[in-house]
């Protein structure tokens, strides 16, 4: 039988050579391994066509000069030696100059083996088999490739070198391949530019262990792409210097020339110590998600064209240690100097210790859901511009501050009329922690259109709704623990709310349900007015009067109005012929027209028209 016995490099070696039945036949002392010295080579080839007459042919290849280690074949003749029918020179490492021209479309074939450094194979000559059933062999280099860091191209993530031109080629380079990813593995890499992102180029880190620290600049600028996605920018942290004109991520594209970056996802990225954590102009079809921010003046700032876009589960912290121009903002939607935004979401998120939690400028369509808004200094949301619709839904609201003015809504700036849709403010628990000085839980003016307000909670405000000026609006089924004030408003429905001290004056088309509270009524051409109670009968008696503050009634003169009184002796409109009516004094006596020896309960209901 035979075989082979490979030998490691560098180490020498005995043989005793026995029999079957260990007779020694013979020793060998001192064999180095096989490979002792091994030399590794590349081989590589270029094919060209001839011109006629040319002599020059520049190589894509590069060999050594003068080292015998080109070979060069004209039409399948390899030109080597004295005899050769086309002698020629190499003119350096990529240049081989023929003495006499060549003929046309003559075949010239180039090959060159280079030696590499003892131990160093080139990848493209290594086999790699992946370990899978029904995976394709390919070479190492291509394996690698699958996977680009920015340590290929020279960034080194120490925190002191500056990385800006590797991770810029690595960015470029992919681009030119036609898309992929870019990895940034565990580092700290210090950038003095801004980074472009160009399209069909995704970055994915190694969460809170790969850092783009950024000085003086905005961290990266995310370029057009009219095509939409992917691309994909997560798991890594962003950190700038603190200064409030720059931003962590930017997109600012002239939607006017075309323009648009669609398709983007952000995904677990931190932003801290920028103006602006996010600045947004031209974005479409756009997720942000998780996206976790601190130190910044503005979270995110959404101007002009940007068209679906989701903030969905992130968390705003504005910090303290980031100054700015103006309010704190944690979601500015809709500044516009030329078109406004359209279907902005924001879901699920925290925003937190900003002065104003959102500003929502102009936008059409969108809304807010199950959201936190904490520790705001002045507003929760301030709502200026909202046509085609906007829901602000299940959100938990907070104000803080007693030193000026605040809001838990502020909508008093709105004046547009939405074309479609309805605003509403529903399901919303809306607080004020300090109970003092002018606060407003929700404050409604400008001649706002078609507003719902149903079903919120509000707590600790000096004043917890107040409308002036609005159009068609309902509130219906809130809990108020403080004054609620309807003024210069037309065509109001105001049914199903808890109430403390409730003020209409001056209302159109005022339609009161059943509410709960004490009641005070201005002057409202046009209201319908429902009073809902019950006095006791006395036993033998046969009529019972009752007051306008038996019945929680102020400011309503019940004698000057259209009335009808409907009313029932324990549950039964039959019994002893009941009836109601008005008396000078604006009390309201109720009969029956014989007496009981018993007492009885009356139920009432007045519905007053003015």
């Not at 291509?142 to 960015?171: E, N, P, R, W, Y």
């Not at 404050?443 to 507003?451: A, F, P, Y």
């Amino acid at each position: 039988s035979g075989g082979e016995i490979w030998l490691t490099d560098g180490i020498t070696y005995k043989f005793v050579l026995k029999t079957s039945t260990d007779t020694l036949i013979a020793t060998y002392d001192n064999i180095s391994g096989i490979n002792s010295n091994f030399v590794s080579y590349t081989n590589q080839q270029d094919i060209q066509t001839a011109t006629a007459g040319q002599t020059v042919f520049t190589l894509p290849i590069s060999y050594q000069p003068a080292t015998n280690s080109l070979s060069v074949f004209v039409d399948g003749v390899n030109q080597y030696g004295p005899g050769a029918q086309y002698a020629y020179v190499e003119t350096d490492a990529n240049t081989v100059t023929f003495t006499s021209g060549l003929h046309l479309d003559a075949e010239v074939k180039f090959t060159t083996t280079q030696q590499q450094n003892a131990g160093v194979v080139d990848a493209s000559q290594v086999t790699y088999d992946p370990p899978f059933t029904g995976a394709v062999v390919t070479n190492v280099e291509a394996k690698l490739a699958q996977t680009v860091s920015v340590m290929d191209f020279g960034a080194v993530g120490d925190g002191l070198v500056d990385d800006t031109a590797a991770i810029q080629a690595a960015f470029d380079a992919i681009q030119a391949a036609g898309g992929g990813t870019v990895y940034l593995p565990k580092g700290e890499y210090k950038t003095t530019a801004t980074l472009d992102v160009p399209p069909y180029v995704s970055i994915e880190g190694e969460g809170q262990f790969s850092i783009l620290r950024v000085y003086g600049c905005d961290g990266l600028n995310i370029l057009p792409s009219n095509v939409i996605g992917p691309r994909r920018v997560s798991n890594f942290w962003l950190y700038g210097n603190g200064t409030d004109a720059f931003s962590g991520i930017k997109c600012d594209v002239d939607w006017n020339a075309g323009e648009r970056s669609q398709g983007n996802v952000f995904q677990d990225v931190y932003i801290s110590f920028f103006g602006t954590g996010v600045f947004c102009r031209g974005f479409w079809h756009t997720t942000f998600n998780d996206v976790v921010m601190n130190h910044v003046h503005t979270g995110f700032y959404l101007i002009d064209r940007n068209i679906k876009i989701l903030i969905d589960d992130c968390k705003l912290t504005h910090g303290g240690l980031v100054s700015g121009t103006g309010n704190s903002i944690g979601v500015h939607v809709g500044p516009v100097s030329t078109v406004r935004p359209e279907d902005v979401q924001i879901t699920n998120t925290i925003i937190f210790g900003f002065d104003d939690a959102i500003y929502w400028r102009s936008c059409l369509f969108g809304g807010v859901t199950n959201c936190d808004l904490d520790g705001c200094a002045v507003t929760g949301l301030t709502l200026v511009t909202a046509d085609g619709g906007f829901v602000f839904n299940n959100n938990w609201v907070q104000v803080d501050s007693s030193t000026v003015t605040v809001y838990g809504v502020n909508a008093v700036a709105l004046g547009y009329t939405p074309s479609i849709g309805t605003i509403a403010i529903q399901n919303n628990r809306i607080n004020n922690t300090t109970n003092t000085g002018t606060a407003y839980g929700i404050l409604v003016g400008g001649n706002q259109t078609g507003l719902l307000i149903d079903n919120n909670s509000l707590e600790g405000w000096p004043v917890t709704l107040r409308t002036d000026a609005a159009k068609r609006l309902k509130i219906t089924n809130n809990t108020f623990d403080s004054n609620l004030t309807v003024l210069n408003t037309t065509d109001v429905i105001v049914s199903g709310n808890t109430l403390n001290d409730f003020t209409f004056t001056n209302n159109v088309g005022l339609n009161f349900g059943a509410n709960y509270g004490p009641l005070s009524f201005g002057t409202n051409p046009g209201v319908t007015t429902y009073i809902v109670g019950s006095v006791v009968l006395p036993s033998g008696a046969t009529s019972v009067s009752v007051s306008p503050g038996t019945l929680g009634v102020s400011n309503f003169n019940l004698a000057t109005l259209s009335y009808l009184v409907t009313c029932n002796i324990n549950g039964s409109t039959t019994r002893n012929n009941i009836w109601g009516n008005v008396t000078a004094n604006n009390n309201v006596t109720f009969y029956v027209e014989t007496s009981v020896g018993t007492a009885e309960t009356i139920g009432f209901c007045i519905q007053a028209y003015q």
